[in-house]
């Protein structure tokens, strides 16, 4: 199984990491990170850099796509050689996945008309603009194409897709392996348990 992970200007790097951290622990699983060319992509926050080592022309048709968010999501709306990357990629793939804002990637790409699907908290809204159906949930899955909720979700999503494409012990046995055991040491992880003015905050820090 190959999975591909493309990077973007300003992407999440949790958002890319998490899955990959999961999804390279299966079986017979090679995680390849692509880009417009091959090189460095630097993250949302400019000081962390992830190499791409393919192009999106190496690698036409992967098994899996997991498409990250970030802060340059908006701006990648109109990059086509990323979107185009996605829907022609979509055609082959045996699970389509997002994670954060990457689910408006998909949306650009034509992938979520009629389909139900999630993304940050923040911008819920902007899925509608795709012909979606907005969902507040950590994992929603619609067919072979699977959306996550902001950031932290895509580890939920990685391993809920490991589980499927494997089986559910063998997600279990990386769940346990990476001691992915959440205790967050504040209920503040969702809008619907934040302090009042919580939200404000939390968006002056992605925006």
């Not at 968010?69 to 997002?98: F, N, P, Y």
Request: glycine letters at 8%; aromatic letters at 6%; proline letters at 8%.
């Amino acid at each position: 199984m190959h999975v591909a992970i493309p990077l973007y200007p300003r992407f999440t790097a949790l958002d890319a990491v998490g899955p990959y951290q999961v999804l390279s622990f299966a079986p017979g699983c090679t995680v390849t990170f692509v880009a417009a060319e091959p090189g460095p992509v630097p993250d949302d926050h400019g000081t962390l850099t992830i190499a791409a080592t393919a192009s999106y022309a190496d690698l036409p048709a992967p098994d899996v796509i997991v498409v990250p968010g970030g802060t340059g999501t908006l701006d990648s709306l109109a990059d086509e050689a990323l979107v185009g990357w996605i829907r022609q990629a979509h055609e082959h793939t045996r699970w389509t996945t997002s994670v954060c804002s990457g689910s408006l990637l998909l949306g650009a790409a034509g992938l979520l008309t009629g389909q139900k699907a999630t993304t940050h908290w923040a911008i819920m809204e902007f899925l509608e603009r795709f012909g979606a159906e907005p969902v507040s949930e950590r994992v929603v899955m619609a067919g072979k194409i699977v959306t996550a909720a902001g950031v932290s979700a895509g580890i939920d999503m990685a391993l809920t897709l490991l589980a499927r494409v494997s089986d559910a012990e063998t997600a279990q046995s990386v769940q346990l392996a990476i001691e992915y055991d959440p205790q967050p040491p504040f209920n503040c992880g969702s809008p619907k348990t934040a302090p009042e003015g919580m939200a404000e905050r939390a968006m002056s820090l992605i925006t």
